[in-house]
T-cell receptor, first 115, second 117 residues
Framework: GESVGLHLPTLSVQEGDNSIINCAYS??????FIWYKQESGKGPQFIID?????DKRQGQRVTVLLNKTVKHLSLQIAATQPGDSAVYFC??????????????FGSGTQLTVLP | GAGVSQSPSNKVTEKGKDVELRCDPISGHTALYWYRQSLGQGLEFLIYFQGNSAPDKSGLPSDRFSAERTGGSVSTLTIQRTQQEDSAVYLC???????????????FGDGTRLSIL
């Protein structure tokens, strides 16, 4: 079946640098995407979402970019801090997929911020 | 509370016992989801509720797993005759239901860490 995937399972960045986490999706009909952050021992925390009629959305220190041509999604974190260390998941909605679950999750990328 | 609440936060039990996990969604959220997450893995969908009905049970791994939701709020996930492979973190999420086809973000609890001895 179709699935969301991530280019890199792990990413290490220096504190203060910018981080970019990538996600590839295979269903061109996907119309909604979410990024989640999961810290150890906690549930996934909503970071930012984007609908397919947009190609960029900004939040506080985070930006999500959507490239529908190549079916690619990225999360940019500005001035990465130690508290940003976590696993980051992308999720997509495939409309009219026959399932009511609505979101399909990728396998996650571990971001480690180095001092 | 303001977020999704799950209990217990940790559960250790012997193989063969039944366990019941509870989820209290965000007030006003009519959609409720259960997921399972094994160590270092992504989220495995189990079941979805819209109100009290479960339109999608496709993710339940076996007939030992069942879930119910009464009053359109609290949900319980029951695992009968637990096996060691059931050890995982069980996560619950809730969301609003968007108008038309608009999908709404799911908000997660911190999960129940289940260990089967």
């Amino acid at each position: 079946g179709e699935s969301v995937g991530l280019h890199l399972p792990t990413l290490s960045v220096q504190e203060g640098d910018n981080s970019i986490i990538n996600c590839a999706y295979s269903n061109s009909a996907s119309d909604y995407f979410i990024w989640y952050k999961q810290e150890s021992g906690k549930g996934p925390q909503f970071i930012i979402d984007i609908r397919s009629n947009m190609d960029k959305r900004q939040g506080q220190r985070v930006t999500v970019l959507l490239n529908k041509t190549v079916k690619h999604l990225s999360l940019q974190i500005a001035a990465t801090q130690p508290g940003d260390s976590a696993v980051y998941f992308c999720a997509e909605n495939i409309p009219f997929s026959g399932s009511a679950r609505q979101l399909t999750f990728g396998s996650g990328t571990q971001l480690t911020v180095l001092p | 509370g303001a977020g999704v609440s799950q209990s217990p936060s940790n559960k250790v039990t012997e193989k063969g016992k039944d366990v019941e996990l509870r989820c209290d969604p965000i007030s006003g959220h009519t959609a409720l989801y259960w997921y399972r997450q094994s160590l270092g893995q992504g989220l495995e969908f189990l079941i979805y509720f819209q109100g009290n009905s479960a339109p999608d049970k496709s993710g339940l791994p076996s007939d030992r797993f069942s879930a119910e939701r009464t009053g359109g709020s609290v949900s319980t996930l029951t695992i009968q005759r637990t096996q060691q492979e059931d050890s995982a973190v069980y996560l619950c999420a809730s969301s609003l239901v968007g108008s038309g086809a608009a999908v709404q973000p799911q908000h997660f609890g911190d999960g129940t860490r289940l260990s089967i001895l």
